[in-house]
């Protein structure tokens, strides 16, 4: 028995000097701004970490239904609220989380979005463990800047210093209709949600919660992914929660999505028209909420004043 | 649980197996060896786990019945007259052959039809369609459970030397089952032998350090060479094989070598963590690999290769089948003539391309394989036939054999005729393979590599620097290998401190260069899916 103890007092010693040289060599690797030439991943997620601190009212997370859904500067136009999308193609929730503690650093918002469709995203047992693993060991997350790392790489971080122009939107604005004929039809069935997720989400409303944030869920409309069974299911996992949840799929009257002109891949995602709509019903819904103020008059916010007009030119009129 | 590879593998059931295996008393060790067994096959194909049992419940059956049979002829021989024994003799052993016969159809067929019944009524339709025949034949799908291919060739192996009387039937099922069923072995082999394993796994040893440290470096090794090089590649291969017809023939020439590379990284890794997560637990697995890119010929390269699967083919057609009385009459009629050097070797090529033929069906059900073990039959077929005349002729030009430059020709001719059988075994079908060839052969230039255009293509600079150092760290390795220097014992007997900074430095290593994570496609070890 004691040569059994001994020989685990070896290995877990060696495993913690293992944990303390990744732990340190950690620190060479992991990015040192946000941006993609410093080895930053999903830059235009990650691109909140470069807008001035305490600066975003409301943060939106999820996967690309939430970046061709939400634009930002439309809400700014109509509400004068800050609002930066975190959106990834095929994110899981897993990251979702990831890139709400990195916005947590800096930012105090006071509503996080968490977009839906990520929820029922399985995801593998290998990228939970890496991810939650790397959140203590950057280095496994970003262990492949060995090609690109310079000599800055052994200085500490320089700072994030990149955002995206839209705030996390991706402008679309092609037309590809979509077949509606089984579009939401009524159910009593719930799509079932996987274990990890429900936990994940669980993790999500506990992190916004200890930073003074209320979790909405929202579902943007899509003829593709999203359907009465699922609705019930995110329904559910709302009620079990406690958690406020909207389905822009069931207010076509709210949001009345053109599915023969609002979107630019057959129902799948909107197009920039669509996104006017789904950005619309969200600045109302952030009035009624009465959390935040019009910030349009605030010269530390001029920036987006800028940006607007630049989107203006840009976005509006190529649609 | 996906492979040895993974998470629930490596961090889960391995550890909690050697935990327990440590804590528990001598009796229960194996027990904690079979349920960690069908815990690691049910996490992989679930319910699947029902063929694996009835494989082991028939063997045994039929094992013991075997037995039975050679027990019942003896002691009717013993009783019989003199003149009656030929006849009894004779019985017995029609009775045996029967019993074999069965178990074959049992074991081979269930192979066949789970693996292989689509092949052969998706080609009956073919040419149905081609006769205009108006019918169509159905096609099943099925799922088939891990390791069927490499466990069935264990189950048949252990009935055949019962038959031989090379070993005893086993009386013991939970033995049997655990020398079917042992957990490393499952995915990808090594096909051990009764003889080699079963005992010592039911002996179950005591843990013991040495081994420990062994089978970690072992695991470690074999977890570098799938995660530095073979994943490295995939993403590379998978663009030019998938997509060939935009690449020039040497982009295709580098596709076929990086993929020789990532088939001999990836299979002998996973190979190298079969054999260390055994050496855990005492047990020594054959080995399946020794070195076998630095083979002269074709013949050689498939001794040091898979070796596991050769012998068996070796020991269960090859021979069978040259020593069959037709095979026997047919040779002497070669000798005459042919004469005493050729006629042999046209007759034995009978019982190789028995052996080729089912080389390249069981690695997978599909033309390209077929072609691959056909190549290799020609080729080998080829090397027996010239080997006479290669003889003579550097006799008479009094060329050196043993001489480094022509051992070295040898072995990079061989090396060039392994890439081209892989380039067919990888092609997405025996058309594409062709195709491919055809390319290389008529679409060839040196400009698209010189240019750089490969790292366009899914693989960059520094992936090539780390992937070509990497087989410099490996011909180093090989070549103290093959002058007998033992470098894992070597590095145990290392003073504590030594062992410690080459396993935290060979970690580092693998955490930093390992292809895994964003950018990367994880890759399954290539051989589970045959």
Not at chain 2, 254 to 281: E, N, R, W
Request: proline share 4%.
């Amino acid at each position: 028995m004691v040569k059994i103890a001994k020989t685990l007092l070896g290995l877990a010693a060696f495993a913690m000097g293992l944990l303390v040289i990744l732990y340190g060599l950690s620190f060479l690797f992991v990015p040192k701004n946000n941006t993609k030439d410093a080895g930053m991943e999903e830059i235009y997620a990650n691109g909140i970490q470069g807008e001035p601190p305490n600066s975003i009212d409301v943060v939106v997370v999820g996967d690309s239904e939430s970046y061709s859904s939400i634009s930002p500067l439309h809400i700014w136009k109509t509400t004068g609220y800050t609002s930066y999308v975190c959106g990834s193609g095929r994110q899981y929730l897993s990251y979702s989380k990831t890139l709400l503690e990195r916005a947590f650093e800096t930012q105090s918002p006071k509503l996080v979005i968490l977009e839906t469709l990520c929820i029922y995203r399985q995801i593998p047992a290998k990228t939970v463990v890496m991810d939650e693993v790397s959140r203590y060991l950057p280095i496994l997350r970003y262990h492949d800047r060995w090609k690109v790392m310079t000599r800055e790489d052994f200085s500490p971080t320089d700072g994030n210093s990149y955002t995206t122009p839209y705030k996390g939107y991706r402008h679309n604005n092609k037309v590809s209709g979509a077949d509606t004929s089984n579009y939401m039809a009524q159910t009593e069935k719930i799509a079932s949600i996987p274990l990890v997720n429900r936990l994940l989400v669980k993790q999500i409303q506990e992190l916004c919660e200890a930073n003074g944030a209320k979790l909405l869920l929202l579902s943007t409309p899509s003829t593709v992914n999203w359907n009465y069974q699922r609705h019930n299911g995110i329904q559910e996992l709302a009620d079990e929660l406690d958690l406020e949840y909207i389905d822009l799929n069931t207010k076509p009257q709210e949001v009345p999505i053109d599915w023969s002109t609002d979107t630019y891949d057959r129902g799948d995602h909107l197009n920039y028209s669509g996104s006017r709509k789904v950005s619309q019903f969200l600045a109302k819904y952030l009035e009624g909420t009465q959390m935040f103020s019009d910030r349009r008059g605030d010269s530390k916010y001029a920036s987006w004043n800028t940006l607007l007009q630049d989107y203006e030119a840009k976005v509006e009129k190529a649609s | 649980m996906a492979s040895y590879f993974s998470p629930q593998y490596l961090a889960l059931l391995l550890p909690a197996t050697v935990g327990l295996y440590a804590i528990t008393p001598h009796r229960a060790r194996r027990v904690i060896l079979l349920l960690a067994s069908y815990v690691f096959f049910w996490a992989v194909s679930g319910s699947l786990i029902v063929y694996l049992l009835f494989s082991t419940l028939s063997i045994h059956h039929l094992g013991l019945w075997l037995e039975l049979t050679a027990r019942n002829g003896k002691e009717k021989l013993a009783l019989a007259e003199s003149d009656q024994r030929k006849a009894i003799r004779a019985g017995i052993q029609r009775q045996q052959r029967g019993i074999i016969l069965l178990a074959v159809v049992i074991h081979i067929g269930l192979l066949l039809t789970l693996k292989y019944s689509h092949f052969f009524l998706s080609n009956g339709n073919a040419l149905l369609r081609f006769l205009h025949m108006p019918a169509i034949l159905p096609v099943p799908s099925f799922l088939l459970p891990i390791g069927i291919s490499f466990y069935t060739l264990q189950a048949v192996s252990y009935l055949i030397d019962v038959y031989r009387g090379k070993i005893p039937a086993d009386h013991n099922l939970f033995r049997l089952a655990l020398f079917l069923g042992f957990f490393p072995q499952m995915m990808e082999g090594p096909i051990c032998r009764y003889e080699q394993t079963a005992q010592r796994l039911w002996e179950a040893p005591p843990m013991c350090w040495n081994n420990f440290l062994l089978g970690g470096q072992r695991i470690l090794w074999g977890i570098i060479k799938k995660m530095v090089v073979a994943d490295r590649l995939n993403i590379f291969i998978l663009n030019v094989f998938s997509d060939y017809d935009q690449y020039n023939g040497s982009i295709i020439a580098v596709a076929a070598i990086c993929y020789t590379i990532q088939l001999y990284m990836d299979f002998s890794g996973t190979i190298d963590v079969a054999l260390g997560s055994a050496q855990l637990f005492g047990v020594a697995l054959p080995e399946n690999f020794q070195r076998p890119f630095f083979s002269r010929t074709i013949s050689e390269f498939w001794q040091r290769w898979h070796i596991t699967l050769g012998t068996w083919f070796k020991d269960y057609i090859f021979y069978p089948v040259s020593m069959s009385k037709p095979m026997k009459k047919l040779t002497s009629k070669a000798r005459k003539r042919f004469g005493p050097r050729y006629g042999p070797i046209l007759t034995s090529s009978v019982a190789l391309l028995c052996v080729w033929l089912c080389n390249g069906l069981w690695h997978g059900s599909a033309w390209n394989y077929i072609f691959f073990g056909l190549y290799h039959f020609a080729l080998i077929f080829a090397g027996n036939l010239v080997q006479p005349l290669v003889l003579t002729v550097t006799e008479r030009l009094h060329i050196n054999r043993n001489h480094i430059a022509y051992r070295l020709m040898q072995t990079l001719r061989t090396c060039i005729l392994v890439c081209i059988g892989e380039l067919f075994f990888r092609a997405e079908g025996l058309k594409n393979g062709l195709k491919m060839a055809w390319r290389m052969v008529t679409d060839w230039s040196f400009t698209p590599i010189l240019k750089g255009n490969l790292f366009a293509y899914g693989i960059d600079g520094p992936d090539t620097v780390l992937v070509v150092l990497f087989l410099v760290l490996l011909l180093v390795v090989g070549i103290l290998q093959e002058r007998g220097v033992k470098l894992g014992e070597a590095l145990v007997s290392k003073s504590w401190p030594v062992r410690i900074a080459v396993y935290y430095a060979a970690t580092c290593f693998l955490v930093i260069f390992g292809a895994y994570g964003i950018g990367y496609i994880p890759v399954d070890p290539i051989y589970a899916g045959f």
